[in-house]
């Protein structure tokens, strides 16, 4: 059955599996300095769709900031999920112009993200960027960014439509255009072209090494990548895939895809750790 909005066939839709959690999951926090409280914190989709999609047990990270225990963080885990959030990749990470608003700053999640991106990369530890999340992944491994994408010639206003009813907001209203054989391809069964929603400020702007391009807006946006080298699941995507998962063939597909690669690792995991394989 297609997905009328999206244009995705919906076969990929697992349901809540027996047997306990497949692995485990870090999700990385934003960090938030209120003036009476700050806090760490971590949009509840992410959470849901890691236990009902991945099928794996969510675990949130603080943002530690730089110099975290990473290693030890990792020989216990089996993949990393870089969230989207309301603060930009500070721009000296990539030798870009001084952000205008310094408000929108996270030093604290960069100084932990871009790190684990890097770790998860050398250790081939499942990892999935979205929004934020596939910008952190283009800086650490040596790309930079786009600070104000709907200032540029020829390219569209990707910004969250703040004044539109909640449904457009979070609607699938981007086209994009998935590279064929590529990862997206195949998870959106063989489809040339879907609609995803589209909430970012900012965007990839030299493409990291490591990275190829998994998917592009009619502007020339890259909308999607992975590391090309990696023999897992590392992918990053611009949209907002942990909104509507029920709904969006693809976004389920991809969370399904992660959890494959999670449940993947978390076998090999605990082989060599002399426990056995987990169900």
Not at 161 to 176: D, M, T, Y
Request: net charge neutral; with cysteine; charged share 20%.
């Amino acid at each position: 059955m297609q997905d009328r909005q999206t244009g995705v066939a919906n076969r990929n839709a697992p349901g809540r599996k027996a047997g306990g959690p497949r692995g485990i999951v870090v999700i990385v926090s934003n960090f938030n300095e209120d003036e009476n409280h700050a806090s760490h914190r971590v949009g509840d989709r992410y959470v849901v769709a890691v236990r009902d999609i991945c099928d794996a047990l969510p675990l949130m990270l603080p943002a530690l900031g730089s110099g975290a225990d990473l290693d030890t963080l990792l020989d216990n885990i089996d993949g990393v999920i870089l969230t989207g959030g309301a603060s930009n990749v500070n721009p000296h990470y990539y030798n870009g112009v001084e952000a205008r608003d310094k408000s929108l700053l996270d030093d604290r999640r960069d100084g932990v993200a871009l790190e684990l991106v890097c770790a998860c990369v050398e250790r081939n530890v499942p990892l999935f960027g979205v929004c934020r999340g596939i910008q952190e992944m283009n800086v650490a491994l040596g790309g930079s960014l786009h600070q104000y994408m709907h200032e540029l010639p020829g390219h569209f206003d990707h910004r969250r439509p703040r004044e539109k009813p909640i449904s457009v907001q979070l609607g699938a209203r981007q086209r994009i255009t998935l590279t064929p054989g590529g990862v997206l391809q195949n998870l959106a069964n063989g489809a040339r072209q879907v609609m995803v929603n589209t909430l970012h400020a900012q965007g990839i702007d030299r493409l990291a090494t490591p990275l190829v391009i998994e998917a592009l807006a009619d502007d020339g946006t890259i909308e999607a990548v992975r590391v090309a080298d990696s023999p897992t699941f590392a992918v990053g995507v611009q949209w907002h895939a942990e909104y509507r998962t029920s709904e969006h063939a693809l976004y389920r597909a991809l969370f399904a895809a992660f959890g494959e690669a999670v449940a993947a690792h978390a076998g090999k995991r605990m082989k060599t750790a002399g426990m056995g394989r987990v169900a």
